[in-house]
């Protein structure tokens, strides 16, 4: 069964980075976009980065433009977010998500924590 499995949360304070990761498994994870959201909380599920299969083009939300990198290692089906310049408004668990057959799946999310 298809699973994604988060890491890499943690702690940081503004200014600081942090890298993400989600290993992939039981499906093709080359044939398949990857993408991270984050929800903050009260706020809704929200769309952070995606990229394509091949990891040769990526997208990103506004506010992410210029801090954030999605990457991806199809050997080791991973998918990376490499996140700097980090601000309290990224305080938020981060997911990561990938679309099969019209089916989304999702990992268990992961905790980044932004505060002085």
């Known amino acids: 069964q298809v699973q994604l499995v988060e890491s890499g949360g943690g702690l940081v304070q503004p200014g600081g980075s942090l890298r993400l990761s989600c290993a992939a498994s039981?499906?093709?994870?080359?044939?398949?976009?990857m993408s991270w959201y984050r929800q903050a909380p009260g706020k809704e599920r929200e769309w952070v980065t995606s990229?394509?299969?091949?990891?040769?083009?990526?997208s990103y939300a506004d506010s992410m433009k210029g801090r954030f990198t999605i990457s991806r290692d199809n050997a080791k089906n991973t998918v990376y977010l490499q996140m700097n310049i980090l601000k309290l408004e990224d305080t938020a668990v981060y997911y990561c998500?990938?679309?099969?057959?019209?089916?989304?799946?999702w990992g268990q999310g992961t905790q980044v924590t932004v505060s002085s």
């Open positions: 039981g499906f093709t994870f080359s044939s398949y976009a």
């Open positions: 998500h990938t679309d099969i057959s019209s089916l989304k799946y």
């Open positions: 990229i394509t299969p091949s990891g040769g083009t990526a």
